[in-house]
């Protein structure tokens, strides 16, 4: 394998320090030039406190936070209350019904009501 000349390596670097893309030569596929779209710091570090909440201090809720507490309690607590009256569609309830009906039909089962 033969050497390669150390002037042959010079010139490949010089030709490559020298050409410097451009910004739009960089972003090839983008039609938009390049934004910066920061909007600060997003970090927050952490403090070692509960919530942010110093030990002592008063917690100061937010506007949300009580419309949402009683909205989503309220709205849990109807939904407990709906499953409650909910009527009993399963298949075994229909089946077993079914089968009463059938067997008062003929004659083997008493019907509860005539006692």
């Known amino acids: 394998m033969p050497a390669v000349r150390p002037s042959t390596v010079m010139r490949a670097t010089r ?5 410097q893309p451009s910004a739009a030569a960089a972003r090839q596929f983008s039609a938009t030039p390049r934004a910066s779209s920061s909007h600060g710091p997003q970090y927050d570090p952490p403090t070692g406190w509960l919530f942010g909440v110093k030990p002592g201090e008063k917690y100061q809720k937010e506007g949300w936070e009580t419309p949402f507490f009683y909205g989503f ?3 849990l607590l109807v939904a407990a209350i709906a499953y409650g009256f ?3 569609t399963s298949i075994q309830t229909w089946a077993l019904e079914e089968a009463r009906r059938r067997l008062e039909a003929e004659g083997i089962l008493e019907d509860p009501e005539k006692k």
């Open 15 to 19: 030709a490559l320090q020298q050409q």
């Open 73 to 75: 309690c309220g709205s």
């Open 86 to 88: 909910k009527p009993d």
